[in-house]
């Protein structure tokens, strides 16, 4: 059964349980990932701001309690060295089962994509820098919070898993279901270093200010395992200059080589969201998202479809044979693919920032939309 969505206000007054003497002035709405939480952004007399998560089903109030724990891994020493700040939990509270947090805020605001894609050089070149800083976490932080640890291919073997239970939900459609199979049985695809990935990265975990990241949150799904997932929610931009800024300064910060199939693995993330925000959708009853998340789908076989049809009508050259082979994530033997990589190179190989380009012409469906928003 759906549950009503909470408003602010309803969340201010569960947050006065949570935090003992707090007593919020106004309360407004904060962007979250509607499937699993409700949130609010809260000001006391004082003028200082607060943030409540309470999540809308069991799974997310897991999420929550691990997020918890998360947070009191990461030392000081290790906080320190951050680029940016992490958020502090102010109080919980327990209601049917589910736990709540109350966090203080920190400072900036989420900008929407495309406030950021359309932002400032120096906003992606942050961006880029932020998910570097991410990356390089010790793995301690990790498994110190005994969180999961993938191999890549142990990661490769959880996308199989997660591609068979979307497919036995019927409403995939056979298009799909036999492209993102074939990228996930391509081993040549896979070849990348497990690092320490947030797992939830988008746009509302991410607070910005005067053209810096200010602080990051979200921090539910973390784990080591694939780099590509936290650069997946990149894909709807459909900011070229913007992606390939982020990219550059990725790399630039980056003190181990990157992989030189990330971009086509964070283009593959990108489309399989849908699959995924259809599943949980699903699991939790909600018939509305269900629905958006049947229609996306079903956007997304059409282009594939066409783009497929109209590279079988006749031999193309020049720009238009590019074009054509980076409209598809295609993870064929050969290497060719989404991200207008040439070949696929051992993960040990480094790439410049020119080759892992993001192209994003294959995803029109997801532009400016993330799946569970």
């Given amino acids: 059964m759906e549950k009503v969505k909470r408003t602010p206000f309803e969340l201010a007054a569960i947050a006065t349980a949570a935090v003992p003497g707090l007593r919020p002035t106004a309360a407004a709405t904060s962007p979250d990932d509607a499937t699993d939480f409700d949130a609010a952004l809260l000001v006391t007399a004082d003028g200082r701001r607060w943030r409540i998560r309470c999540p809308r089903g069991t799974e997310a109030s897991a999420r929550l309690e691990t997020e918890m724990t998360v947070l009191r891994s990461f030392e000081p020493s290790v906080r320190a060295e951050l680029p940016f700040q992490m958020p502090a939990v102010a109080g919980t509270v327990r209601m049917d089962g589910l736990t709540t947090c109350v966090y203080t805020n920190l400072t900036g605001t989420v900008r929407d994509l495309e406030a950021l894609a359309t932002g400032s050089e120096r906003l992606a070149q942050d961006i880029g820098a932020t998910l570097a800083a991410i990356h390089g976490l010790p793995r301690s932080v990790v498994d110190g919070a005994d969180l999961p640890s993938y191999t890549a291919n142990g990661f490769r073997q959880r996308r199989l898993n997660e591609l068979d239970q979307a497919a036995t939900t019927g409403k995939i459609p056979p298009v799909l279901l036999r492209r993102w199979e074939q990228a996930m049985e391509d081993v040549t695809l896979w070849r990348f270093n497990p690092t320490v990935v947030h797992g939830d990265l988008h746009e509302d975990n991410m607070l910005v200010e005067d053209e810096r990241v200010t602080a990051v949150t979200g921090w539910t799904d973390l784990r080591i395992g694939d780099p590509a997932d936290d650069f997946a929610w990149l894909v709807g931009s459909n900011e070229p200059t913007f992606i390939d800024s982020v990219l550059t300064a990725y790399h630039a910060a980056r003190k181990e080589p990157v992989d030189s199939q990330l971009a086509r693995r964070a283009a593959l993330a990108a489309e399989f969201a849908l699959a995924q925000y259809l599943v949980k959708a699903l699991a939790l009853g909600d018939r509305a998202a269900a629905g958006d998340a049947e229609q996306m789908l079903r956007e997304l076989a059409a282009d594939i479809e066409a783009s497929e049809a109209a590279a079988a009508s006749g031999p193309a ?57």
Avoid: C, F, I
């Fill in 317 to 373: 050259t020049g720009d238009d044979a590019a074009d054509e082979t980076q409209a598809s994530v295609a993870a064929n033997s050969d290497g060719a693919g989404h991200s207008g990589s040439s070949s696929a190179r051992d993960a040990s190989a480094d790439t410049s920032p020119e080759e892992a380009s993001l192209d994003t012409t294959a995803l029109p469906v997801v532009h400016g939309q993330r799946a569970g928003a």
